[in-house]
Protein backbone atom coordinates (compact mmCIF):
# COMPACT_ATOMS: atom_id res chain seq x y z
CA UNK A 1 0.00 0.00 0.00
CA UNK A 2 2.92 2.36 0.53
CA UNK A 3 4.45 1.82 -2.86
CA UNK A 4 1.35 2.42 -4.14
CA UNK A 5 0.49 5.77 -2.84
CA UNK A 6 3.61 7.27 -2.57
CA UNK A 7 4.69 6.36 -6.34
CA UNK A 8 8.35 5.88 -7.53
CA UNK A 9 10.88 7.58 -6.78
CA UNK A 10 13.94 5.51 -7.45
CA UNK A 11 17.45 7.03 -7.88
CA UNK A 12 18.85 4.06 -9.93
CA UNK A 13 17.11 2.81 -13.42
CA UNK A 14 19.25 -0.21 -14.43
CA UNK A 15 18.64 -1.42 -18.28
CA UNK A 16 19.04 -5.21 -17.89
CA UNK A 17 18.72 -8.34 -20.06
CA UNK A 18 15.52 -10.11 -19.96
CA UNK A 19 17.50 -13.88 -18.93
CA UNK A 20 15.61 -14.98 -16.15
CA UNK A 21 17.80 -16.33 -14.48
CA UNK A 22 19.46 -12.72 -13.63
CA UNK A 23 16.84 -10.47 -10.96
CA UNK A 24 18.32 -7.08 -11.31
CA UNK A 25 16.80 -6.59 -7.46
CA UNK A 26 18.68 -9.74 -5.91
CA UNK A 27 22.56 -9.15 -7.40
CA UNK A 28 21.59 -5.35 -6.21
CA UNK A 29 19.80 -6.18 -2.76
CA UNK A 30 17.19 -3.75 -3.73
CA UNK A 31 14.02 -3.56 -2.19
CA UNK A 32 11.11 -2.80 -4.08
CA UNK A 33 10.81 0.63 -5.62
CA UNK A 34 14.56 1.27 -5.12
CA UNK A 35 15.29 0.27 -8.71
CA UNK A 36 13.85 1.57 -11.82
CA UNK A 37 14.76 -1.99 -14.58
CA UNK A 38 14.16 -1.72 -18.12
CA UNK A 39 14.79 -4.99 -19.53
CA UNK A 40 14.97 -6.37 -22.62
CA UNK A 41 16.98 -8.96 -24.56
CA UNK A 42 20.77 -8.50 -23.85
CA UNK A 43 20.08 -5.63 -22.29
CA UNK A 44 20.17 -3.28 -25.60
CA UNK A 45 20.42 0.09 -25.74
CA UNK A 46 19.55 1.55 -29.24
CA UNK A 47 20.60 4.39 -31.10
CA UNK A 48 18.42 7.79 -30.95
CA UNK A 49 15.91 7.70 -33.40
CA UNK A 50 13.39 10.69 -34.33
CA UNK A 51 10.60 8.97 -35.82
CA UNK A 52 7.83 6.84 -34.93
CA UNK A 53 7.85 4.37 -37.88
CA UNK A 54 9.73 1.89 -35.42
CA UNK A 55 9.53 0.82 -31.69
CA UNK A 56 11.09 2.68 -29.01
CA UNK A 57 10.60 1.02 -25.95
CA UNK A 58 13.55 0.97 -24.73
CA UNK A 59 14.65 4.75 -25.37
CA UNK A 60 11.13 5.61 -23.89
CA UNK A 61 11.44 3.85 -20.63
CA UNK A 62 14.53 5.82 -20.05
CA UNK A 63 13.25 8.50 -21.38
CA UNK A 64 10.85 8.34 -18.54
CA UNK A 65 13.31 7.25 -15.66
CA UNK A 66 15.14 10.44 -16.31
CA UNK A 67 12.74 13.32 -17.33
CA UNK A 68 9.72 11.51 -15.56
CA UNK A 69 10.68 10.35 -12.19
CA UNK A 70 14.32 11.86 -11.82
CA UNK A 71 16.85 9.43 -11.34
CA UNK A 72 20.55 10.13 -10.38
CA UNK A 73 21.97 7.05 -11.89
CA UNK A 74 21.88 4.97 -14.70
CA UNK A 75 23.18 1.07 -14.76
CA UNK A 76 23.83 -1.19 -17.52
CA UNK A 77 23.75 -4.21 -15.96
CA UNK A 78 25.66 -6.78 -18.55
CA UNK A 79 26.50 -10.73 -17.98
CA UNK A 80 27.25 -13.76 -19.44
Do not use: W
Request: hydrophobic share 40%.
Amino acid sequence: RKLASDGQSPKVAMIACSDSRVDPSILMEATPGQLFVIRNVANLVPPFQNDTSTYHGTSAALEFAITGICVEHVIVLGHS
